[in-house]
DNA sequence: TCAAACCAGTTTAATAATGCAACCATCGGA
DNA sequence: TCCGATGGTTGCATTATTAAACTGGTTTGA
């Protein structure tokens, strides 16, 4: 793959993101976590990715501030990898990455999980994008505008 | 091994989405066309990644059917790619990484563009996740239900 | 209390996925 | 007809990902 080309400061922040947590297993740790996987074997044993990059992964998630590591909890001399509000934030993108999986995937019966509310137990409503006066938005009714003034030589992007 | 692994038929939806537009150039793609771009030079352009990586990419999105290709339409004889529903089905996932981004990075200065509603020119709001009856949930109010009976062997993942 | 199993990695050697650059065929315009 | 843009393809070097073996500390349990 040679240096994969970063996006670390790149002025779009969905580059931005995916520098952060846009490759496969990064997102599918933050998953585990939000349901409360916090060992490091657990993560192994559940993802079944090769232990070497769930070290380097971590790490990252931890020096980006995504998780933490908290010495022991449960009584045992070891560590757990605990999500930052940060790492929870994630929690929308999961749920938009979800949601599209259900509304398009061609075999939406390999699926074997819904999101429901834990009050009800039915299934959640999809994401909503409203404007600050409370319409509903799509793609088509949304724009960009660039932050304040567009310096010389910026361009911009999405 | 090595042999990337594949998450195609992996139970959880979010692997599956992944699998899909899960690397990095993929989601910038789909940005980019969200944007109206259309030509094979006018991604490579703009994304600025090799040009053989582009050619694997666009087949792919569109073996996928994310995006389809139509034969010339601006005179010229050459085919443009065009966004399917599927393809702009991807608009929620694309703002949660924006919205995640604007939220928690570090250098939120370096982002150029603001996401607003076109009529108003104002600021979207954050996305919004309801129970089918209207209560605002967030990741603490949302559990996964297994889609039917949990098979024999069939491990419930989210 | 001593061995066996578990935890959390590190190292190694293989293969697969990028990236860059160069090449090539076709199309369009002057 | 010739030149540049378009839309790729091919080769090669580099890097990432992986399984498997190995390490050293920690629990468990007989």
Chains 1, 2 share one sequence.
């Not at 997102?27 to 559940?46: C, D, N, V, Y």
């Not at 990715?49 to 990252?60: E, F, S």
């Not at 793609?139 to 505008?145: E, R, Y």
Request: with cysteine.
């Amino acid at each position: 793959m040679v240096k994969r080309t970063s996006f670390e400061h790149d002025d779009c922040p969905i580059a931005r993101s995916l520098d952060a947590i846009g490759d496969w297993w990064s997102m599918l740790i933050i998953r585990e976590a939000l349901f409360g996987i916090s060992r490091f074997s657990e993560f192994q044993k559940r993802l079944g990715l090769a232990k070497n990059i769930l070290t380097v992964r971590l790490r990252a998630l931890v020096d980006q501030g995504i998780l933490k590591t908290a010495p022991a909890s449960d009584g045992s001399a070891y560590q757990e990898y605990l999500l930052t509000p940060k790492g929870r934030g994630v929690f929308p993108i999961l749920v938009a990455l979800r949601q599209w999986s259900e509304e398009f995937d061609e075999h939406p019966e390999e699926i074997a999980t819904i999101l429901v509310d834990k009050e009800k137990g039915k299934p959640v409503r999809k994401l909503e994008l409203y404007s600050q006066d409370g319409r509903l938005l799509s793609a088509a009714d949304t724009a960009l505008k660039p932050r304040t003034v567009v310096k010389q030589g910026g361009r911009v992007t999405a």
